[in-house]
């Protein structure tokens, strides 16, 4: 594949990348899409494929809920001996209830994968485009929506994986004090050791999903290209000699996140939860979607013109070469 390999060979690459002033051009872009001039229809249509983009990006947190694990009374031994026992007694029954959980959980998640993927190019073509389509961009982006749904899905699927392997590992180190129950000196390790590895390997994958949707998606779109060969784009022309500039990009990221929250939060809190609802909140909440949609985009064209997808016409332009600060 021929990617477009300008910037590259060109003598005006750019001398200072800033994770700021694409801000102020993605605040324009946003008013200019939803506000110049207003439609609530468009504000319908964009939100659903916004809503159909997000069906998998967000997290979901969960907690650890600490509790004694030593055995502090006979009850309490007896009643779990009395649990290990009857699952021993139902081990087929229990493994055929698991496994059905599983595929139908993946089953659905696969589902979601599927629909988000496509939705992340209908979102994207209407941001770029400033237009608010469902049936056509659908059928125009099956390629590359399945593409990256495939993609998603062994990257869920291996860091499955990882986390069944560490579990496994760290169940190894334990075992000894699972099998005395007694939580000492191997169960402490086996929690740090664990932990520290499913810590590092879950930031790993979740690094390469941002990657995905920030910047991979675009690329796949202003190329026409699959997923790999778009990650082969960004490795190869992008990313060399700037990592320190993404590593800033991401941390102002997370700073404009944290202030996205609080205004979701808050407008959730003033509709009594009704703006909170699926679908209803990427309509309430576009201008969100769409700004940080548009925050990625102007971040990447500093890379080189040919990354651009969006006309700077709604906010002033970035200085190449200027000796702003990168900030």
């Not at 916004?50 to 600490?66: D, I, K, P, V």
Request: net charge positive; hydrophobic share 55%.
């Amino acid at each position: 594949m021929v990617y477009l390999n300008s910037h590259s060979q060109s003598v005006e690459r750019l001398t200072m990348i800033s994770v700021t002033a694409p801000i102020e051009l993605a605040i324009g872009r946003t008013r200019k899409i939803l506000f110049q001039p207003f439609s609530a229809e468009k504000w319908f249509v964009l939100g659903f494929c916004a809503f159909l983009a997000n069906l998998t990006s967000g997290g979901g947190g969960g907690g650890y809920r600490g509790g004694n694990l030593v055995q502090n009374s006979p009850a309490d031994r007896q009643a779990f001996q009395q649990f290990g026992d009857w699952i021993s007694g139902h081990l087929p029954l229990v493994i055929s209830i698991g496994l059905l959980v599983l595929v139908l959980v993946l089953a659905l998640v696969a589902l979601f994968q599927w629909l988000g993927s496509r939705g992340q190019f209908m979102f994207l073509d209407g941001v770029v485009q400033n237009r608010a389509r469902v049936t056509e961009p659908w059928r125009r982006f099956r390629e590359l929506g399945n593409s990256l749904f495939l993609f998603r899905f062994l990257l869920g699927l291996a860091w499955m994986g990882s986390f069944l392997i560490i579990g496994l590992m760290a169940w190894l180190i334990a075992r000894p004090d699972i099998a005395a129950r007694h939580f000492g000196g191997l169960a402490l390790s086996a929690l740090l050791v664990g932990g520290g590895l499913l810590l590092v390997t879950s930031l790993a994958f979740a690094l390469v999903e941002l990657l995905l949707l920030d910047f991979i998606v675009p690329i796949m779109y202003r190329l026409n290209v699959k997923t790999a060969e778009a990650f082969s784009a960004l490795r190869q022309e992008i990313l060399p000699g700037h990592a320190g500039v993404f590593v800033l990009f991401y941390l102002m990221k997370i700073a404009l996140g944290l202030a996205a929250a609080v205004v979701i939060i808050a407008g959730t809190c003033l509709t009594c939860c009704i703006a909170g609802l699926p679908y209803l909140s990427s309509v309430v909440f576009l201008p969100l979607f769409v700004f940080f949609r548009c925050y990625s985009l102007f971040f990447l064209e500093q890379f080189g013109e040919e990354w651009r997808l969006l006309d700077n016409s709604s906010a002033p332009e970035i200085e190449r070469g200027s000796s702003a600060p990168a900030l």
